[in-house]
């Protein structure tokens, strides 16, 4: 496979398993709410992150990652940061 169709191939996957909710969080609307999806909750297509204790959250995968929407989309990543930033 090119190079310029495995990046779109990329691309592509992450805007519709992962990019969609990080721009609903990230653009704070009042659907990202009703789905209950904030910052904490983003992560990658085959990994979970469950409700803890005290309103933490869980990640159900033994090892840290990257988030592929960070790494795919330089920029949403760059975002993202800041949106955590202005949080925490």
């Not at 204790?53 to 975002?79: E, I």
């Amino acid at each position: 496979m090119s190079g310029w169709l495995r990046r779109w191939k990329s691309m592509l996957g992450c805007a519709l398993h992962e990019g969609w909710r990080t721009e609903l969080v990230l653009h704070g609307s009042g659907l990202a709410r009703r789905l209950g999806l904030s910052w904490l909750e983003l992560c990658n297509r085959h990994e979970r992150v469950r409700p803890g204790d005290a309103g933490a959250a869980v990640c159900d995968w033994p090892d840290s990652s990257l988030l592929t929407v960070a790494a795919v989309f330089p920029g949403t990543g760059a975002r993202l940061l800041n949106h955590c930033l202005e949080r925490w």
